[in-house]
């Protein structure tokens, strides 16, 4: 019985410890600087900091040579306005199971229609929410 009771312990121990030091899940914003692309980043970047510490969130201007150079490592490249790294990846999953790609402007009437991503800020979000759930 002792060694039960010992086991279940260092079972609980363990999780306790892995949910605390579990990192934070990582969002990097690598976007140009002009007025329209912050004007459609602005909800997103509310809803960030809303978050306070559940989230690391760090921002690169994409014109900038290690914008270039970050977006190059994802795998992108040519005129790309705005790319959500969520954990270091802009391609994710909805909880409905479809893809999507967090490139280039929401889709939303005012982003410019050329160059308009398939996704919405609460695309985003859901994919935050459901990280920061998990230890």
Known sequence: MNARRYFLAAIAASFVAGTALAAPPTVEIV?????PVQAALKPLREWLAQQGGKLKVSEIDAESASGEKR???VG???HVPIVILIDSQYRQQRKDGSKVAF???PAVKESPAGIRGDWL????EAVLIERMKKP
């Open 31 to 35: 976007a140009m600087s002009h007025p």
């Open 71 to 73: 977006l190059e490592a």
């Open 76 to 78: 992108l490249k040519g």
């Open 103 to 105: 490139v280039n402007f």
């Open 121 to 124: 800020t609460e695309d985003v």
